[in-house]
């Protein structure tokens, strides 16, 4: 099992930037991709981006060249730097890792973009 833990929310003005953090924790070596999620209240979560193992990424065309994700494998943390950010990214951004047929999720940390 992996523990994932998200931090780096809050509020910005629209066009402003913050960069969430995903801590991760366990079965770390296990890992064959980590993503970011969000979730709007009666919306279903919509993935945002993934990472693979091997470093490749891949960003939903809603953030694409706005958003990147990345990686630090010596602090176990994956990266959502947000950039230009708009009102309709506000969310709950949810951290998620993939092993196998097994997929962990964090607790979410919230994203309020004013405009």
């Known amino acids: 099992q992996v523990k994932l833990v998200e931090s780096g929310g809050g509020l910005v003005q629209a066009g402003g930037s913050l960069r969430l953090s995903c801590a991760a924790s366990?079965?770390?070596?296990?890992?064959?991709?980590m993503g970011w999620y969000r979730q709007t209240p009666g919306k279903q979560r919509e993935w945002v981006a993934t990472i693979t193992r091997a470093g490749s990424t891949n960003h939903a065309d809603s953030v694409k060249g706005r958003f990147t994700i990345s990686r630090d494998n010596a602090k176990n943390t994956v990266y959502l730097q947000m950039n230009r950010l708009k009102p309709e990214d506000t969310a709950v951004y949810y951290c998620?890792?993939?092993?196998?047929?097994?997929?962990?999720w964090g607790q979410g940390t919230q994203v309020t973009v004013s405009s």
């Open positions: 998620n890792s993939v092993v196998l047929s097994r997929t962990d």
């Open positions: 366990g079965s770390i070596s296990a890992i064959n991709a």
